[in-house]
T-cell receptor
Framework: GENVEQHPSTLSVQEGDSAVIKCTYS??????FPWYKQELGKRPQLIID?????GEKKDQRIAVTLNKTAKHFSLHITETQPEDSAVYFCAASGTGGFKTIFGAGTRLFVKA | EAQVTQNPRYLITVTGKKLTVTCSQNMNHEYMSWYRQDPGLGLRQIYYSMNVEVTDKGDVPEGYKVSRKEKRNFPLILESPSPNQTSLYFC?????????????FGPGTRLTVL
């Protein structure tokens, strides 16, 4: 079946460094790739998303890249801060329906 | 305030005792969905609804039922809960039911089945 693989499962960086989280999806019909951030004990919230007709999108310190040929997309966080510490989920959905497949999540620790 | 609400927030029950987790949104969203979150498995979609009276299975629908009689409400029903349904459940909604719109999540319901 369709799946989304996310790596790494845990990532620890020093404050100010960059963090990169990578996802691979299997359904070639996927055309929307959101990233959600979930702080401890809270609900997931969208931080950035990208559609299949765009290769890269940036919002301040956060950027997402998409390679449709390789079925890869990545989240890049620059100048990390302690408040970036959270679990990050990638996801993929497509026009064939409204199923959304999430990756297993990456726990990011930013050390001050 | 625009929001998705879930009730109850916490529930401990016993095997076989039917329960319902309610979900309501006040944003006039057409699309609603239920997920369960388990350690190491991320969020897995249980059921989703594209509009009133239109529902479909997600990846893990076994043991769950849903209904969408009104646009704002999307209850999750466990007819005969089992311990493997112990999990954190999230309801989410999205505008216009398009696949490329942000999903807004409820606060979550932590369910324990003994």
């Amino acid at each position: 079946g369709e799946n989304v693989e996310q790596h790494p499962s845990t990532l620890s960086v020093q404050e100010g460094d960059s963090a990169v989280i990578k996802c691979t999806y299997s359904d070639s019909a996927s055309n929307y790739f959101p990233w959600y951030k979930q702080e401890l004990g809270k609900r997931p919230q969208l931080i950035i998303d990208i559609r299949s007709n765009v290769g890269e999108k940036k919002d301040q310190r956060i950027a997402v890249t998409l390679n449709k040929t390789a079925k890869h997309f990545s989240l890049h966080i620059t100048e990390t801060q302690p408040e970036d510490s959270a679990v990050y989920f990638c996801a993929a959905s497509g026009t064939g329906g409204f199923k959304t497949i999430f990756g297993a999540g990456t726990r990011l620790f930013v050390k001050a | 305030e625009a929001q998705v609400t879930q009730n109850p927030r916490y529930l401990i029950t016993v095997t076989g005792k039917k329960l319902t987790v309610t979900c309501s949104q006040n944003m006039n969203h057409e699309y609603m969905s239920w997920y369960r979150q388990d350690p190491g498995l991320g969020l897995r979609q249980i059921y989703y609804s594209m509009n009133v009276e239109v529902t479909d299975k997600g990846d893990v629908p076994e043991g769950y039922k849903v209904s969408r009689k009104e646009k704002r409400n999307f209850p999750l029903i466990l007819e005969s809960p089992s311990p493997n349904q112990t999990s954190l459940y999230f309801c989410a909604s999205s505008i216009q039911g398009r696949s490329y719109n942000e999903q807004f999540f409820g606060p979550g319901t932590r369910l324990t089945v003994l």
